[in-house]
């Protein structure tokens, strides 16, 4: 975890030459905490990292060595939420009005997690007092849209050379959710994001590795799977929810022993991915 200004607002990880149709991104996994955000949150900085996904994007790390880009970003979820819309604010928390192009009244706002959140994951409001929404602009000026001008190139690239293009948007989700809380939710948005049978390819290589698997329940996917996802197009997108609980100490925001062996499968499910023909239809 990093205490200082965002500066690189993301990062590309690329194979020495793309061979393989696949994208991986990771929204949520940025750890670089803006130091005026800190010391202007309520929370202490453990709480605000209970919005990460904790390492989610070392989980997928082995992508470009079967070559296939990693787009992370390093600004974390709680200062600004790039798996929403660009303009997705809770005008409650802002002391000036809103520009009358700004969504105000989607659900996840509602559920006060915007563009710019209201609550971290576990609940606790970020901020003691408003924010103007020049400070708003300014993340979505230099986070949201760095990190989506980087995941557009790649799609971009990828249907250049391959004519086709399957992103991988990588995430983690509370090990608490119930008694029958699964290992992994695959989210295509009710089949609307993705080929089935690229879904299927996914689900049934998970099951092979050992683990239990779910499909849109509770995550179907986000901004990124719905909005990037166009199969008529050529563009498959399907999001991918790991349990931390398979790979972390959720209290102390740590890895723990199982870390390795996850990291393993999913290395399992990459090369298994590259090596498919991706004859989709």
């Given at each position: 975890m990093?205490y200082s200004?965002?500066?690189?607002?993301?990062s590309?990880t690329?194979?020495?030459?793309?061979?393989?149709?696949?994208?991986?991104?990771?929204?949520?996994?940025?750890a670089?905490?803006?130091?005026r955000?800190?010391?202007?949150?309520?929370l202490?900085?453990?709480t605000?990292?209970?919005s990460?996904?904790?390492?989610?994007?070392?989980?997928?790390?082995?992508?470009?060595?079967?070559g296939a880009?990693?787009?992370?970003a390093?600004?974390p979820?709680a200062?600004c939420?790039?798996?929403?819309?660009?303009?997705?604010?809770?005008?409650?928390?802002?002391?000036?009005?809103?520009p009358?192009?700004?969504?105000?009244?989607?659900?996840?706002i509602?559920?006060?997690?915007?563009?710019?959140?209201?609550?971290?994951?576990?609940?606790e409001?970020?901020?003691?007092?408003?924010?103007?929404?020049?400070?708003?602009?300014?993340?979505?000026?230099?986070?949201?849209?760095?990190y989506?001008a980087?995941?557009?190139?790649?799609?971009?690239?990828?249907?250049?050379?391959?004519?086709?293009c399957?992103?991988?948007d990588?995430?983690s989700?509370?090990?608490t959710?119930g008694?029958?809380t699964p290992?992994?939710?695959?989210?295509?948005?009710?089949?609307?994001?993705?080929?089935?049978?690229?879904?299927?390819k996914?689900?049934q290589?998970?099951?092979?590795?050992?683990?239990?698997?779910r499909?849109?329940?509770?995550?179907?996917g986000?901004?990124?799977?719905?909005?990037?996802?166009?199969?008529?197009?050529?563009?498959h997108?399907?999001?991918?929810?790991?349990s931390?609980?398979l790979?972390?100490d959720?209290r102390?925001?740590?890895?723990?022993?199982?870390?390795?062996?996850?990291?393993?499968?999913?290395?399992?499910l990459?090369?298994?991915?590259?090596?498919e023909?991706?004859?989709?239809?």
């Amino acid at each position: 975890m990093n205490y200082s200004a965002v500066t690189a607002p993301l990062s590309v990880t690329q194979p020495d030459v793309q061979t393989v149709p696949l994208v991986f991104s990771s929204a949520h996994s940025g750890a670089d905490y803006d130091a005026r955000f800190l010391a202007e949150s309520r929370l202490e900085p453990r709480t605000l990292r209970r919005s990460e996904d904790y390492c989610v994007d070392r989980l997928f790390a082995a992508a470009p060595d079967y070559g296939a880009p990693m787009l992370s970003a390093h600004f974390p979820r709680a200062y600004c939420d790039a798996n929403r819309e660009p303009w997705e604010l809770d005008p409650q928390m802002f002391e000036d009005a809103l520009p009358p192009w700004v969504n105000t009244t989607s659900a996840r706002i509602g559920a006060g997690l915007g563009t710019v959140p209201r609550i971290v994951a576990s609940g606790e409001a970020i901020y003691g007092h408003k924010l103007r929404f020049a400070e708003a602009e300014d993340r979505v000026r230099r986070c949201w849209e760095p990190y989506h001008a980087a995941l557009r190139q790649l799609i971009d690239q990828t249907m250049q050379r391959f004519g086709v293009c399957f992103l991988i948007d990588c995430h983690s989700m509370p090990s608490t959710m119930g008694l029958a809380t699964p290992d992994f939710v695959l989210g295509d948005a009710y089949g609307t994001a993705c080929d089935s049978g690229l879904v299927a390819k996914v689900e049934q290589c998970l099951r092979r590795l050992g683990y239990s698997v779910r499909r849109n329940d509770p995550y179907a996917g986000g901004y990124v799977t719905r909005h990037y996802g166009r199969p008529r197009d050529g563009v498959h997108a399907l999001q991918i929810e790991v349990s931390r609980g398979l790979y972390m100490d959720e209290r102390r925001i740590e890895r723990h022993s199982g870390f390795t062996r996850l990291q393993r499968n999913l290395t399992d499910l990459i090369a298994f991915l590259a090596a498919e023909d991706f004859v989709i239809g």
